[in-house]
């Protein structure tokens, strides 16, 4: 049963359109997996629209000052209506054709979330196997991770952020197991060392270089910057 | 053909809708883009929305002409898109928003220096997920109407708007599945749209 959900103010920002793509599709895909979720994103988009398009509240919350006004009145509503029915194309959508992509033999469906993403090669270090997401989003990187039977990754905190959604699989780590569709979140004050005994498939997104802390580890930093 | 569609129960039932939008007419004029590209209908939608949509983005976009650009993008993926509009899945004011919201959230991207990828409608879907196609196609055969009047065109016709409009799927699919020339298709589809135009004109008379 998946137990970490998005907290309340990741899904406000994801509705309002706030959050960079990485985490954006990383809320998708969770609530693709989580009723609970979706139920929360209906409700609050609905919410969040009714009040866009509601005049008093505008009213209430935007100070128009005449020049904004005058320029509001200087777009040609007409001309723009006109150009837009002049047009007979009608959108279609292009049914969601599943991608897959292997890791060690397995086959696993894309979430849909990830459609139109590139991804990059596979790179590994012994049993992890990263595919880079490619957002152009800087400091912020994303991945795709698989962890074969028996893998994990040394003990580290995170200086900025990492989240990371369990496509299929399990692992686990001190603060207990994780399952398919668990979304963990977590920041610089985690310390953790998750390990796979049946091997997983995670969606990663990390905001900065992972920071090992024990020992012969230290030693590992390249893989810290693998995973990152 | 209105009437019938009218008197489904719309969504506008929820606990968060309030007094002050007039959601069953809002669905019902995007209804009449989506089965007459009634431009009439159009007009009020925009009248109703573009404003709002405008004042929105100027609070996410100091650019003027950016702002504008929402707007224009917005209102044409309305008219272009209508047809996916579902009202038993929600009020017409959450489908209008999300098609703001992801034209707004692709054009940040774009602005940011990210990629011109458009990622929006992968991560907030605007239309039903594709996987419950043959629903899909029930539903709209409950659209008794439109159905009877698609029925009239030309066999040829009729496949390339079924396969367009009941089965969503795209030009270039139907192209292949129906096994011809892409251009054929293309003007296969836009006579059968004139048709259908004249015919669901008349009707309404
Ligand atoms: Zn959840």
Redesign the interface.
């Given at each position: 049963m998946i137990n970490n959900h998005p907290k309340f103010e990741l899904i406000q920002a994801f509705v309002n359109g706030d959050l960079p793509a990485s985490l954006s599709a990383g809320i998708a895909i969770h609530a693709d997996m989580c009723v609970e979720c979706q139920k929360t994103i209906a409700q609050f988009t609905e919410q969040v629209a009714e009040n866009s398009f509601e005049e008093e509240f505008l009213d209430r919350f935007i100070v128009d000052d005449n020049d904004a006004l005058e320029s509001i009145a200087a777009i040609d509503f007409d001309h723009m209506i006109n150009a837009i029915v002049d047009s007979s194309d009608i959108d279609v959508v292009v049914p969601t054709i599943e991608k897959n992509i292997s890791f060690n033999d397995e086959t696993y469906i894309i979430p849909t979330a990830l459609n139109s993403m590139e991804l990059g090669k596979h790179a590994h270090i012994g049993k992890l196997t990263r595919t880079r997401i490619q957002l152009n989003e800087n400091e912020i990187h994303t991945s795709l991770l698989h962890i074969q039977p028996g893998g994990g990754v040394p003990e580290h905190t995170h200086k900025g952020f990492e989240l990371t959604v369990l496509l299929a699989g399990s692992f686990h780590d001190e603060s207990g197991e994780y399952v398919k569709g668990d979304f963990i979140m977590l920041d610089g004050s985690h310390q953790h060392n998750p390990v796979s005994t049946n091997g997983c498939l995670c969606y990663t997104v990390a905001s900065a270089p992972l920071h090992f802390t024990k020992g012969i580890n230290k030693l590992l930093n390249p893989i810290g910057s693998f995973i990152y | 053909m209105q009437t019938n569609l009218l008197s489904k129960e719309t969504s506008a039932k929820?606990t968060?809708?309030?007094d002050?939008?007039n959601h069953p007419q809002l669905c019902q004029w995007l209804d009449s883009v989506a089965h007459s590209?009634d431009?009439q209908a159009?007009?009020h939608l925009?009248?109703?929305?573009?404003?709002?949509i405008?004042?929105?983005a100027?609070?996410k976009f100091p650019n003027?002409a950016q702002a504008?650009e929402v707007?224009?993008d917005t209102?044409?993926?309305v008219?272009?898109?209508a047809?996916?509009f579902n009202k038993d899945k929600?009020?017409a004011?959450?489908w209008?928003?999300?098609v703001?919201?992801?034209v707004?959230?692709d054009m940040?991207?774009k602005i940011q220096?990210?990629?011109e990828?458009?990622?929006?409608d992968?991560?907030?879907?605007?239309?039903e997920?594709?996987?419950c196609?043959t629903e899909g196609f029930d539903d709209h055969l409950a659209d008794k109407n439109l159905l009877s009047v698609i029925e009239n065109l030309p066999q040829a016709q009729q496949d390339v708007v079924k396969g367009?409009y009941l089965r969503?799927?795209?030009?270039e699919?139907l192209a292949v599945h129906l096994n011809l020339p892409l251009g054929t298709v293309k003007s296969r589809l836009?006579l059968a749209?004139g048709k259908l135009k004249v015919q669901l004109g008349e009707k309404h008379d």
């Open positions: - | 929820s968060h809708m309030s002050k939008i590209r431009k159009f007009t925009f009248q109703f929305f573009a404003p709002k405008l004042r929105i100027r609070g003027e504008n707007v224009q209102m044409s993926n008219w272009r898109k047809h996916l929600g009020a004011t959450t209008v928003y999300t703001m919201r992801n707004t959230f940040l991207r220096g990210n990629k990828d458009n990622l929006s992968d991560i907030w879907p605007v239309a997920s594709m996987s196609e367009f969503e799927m795209s030009q699919q836009r749209l």
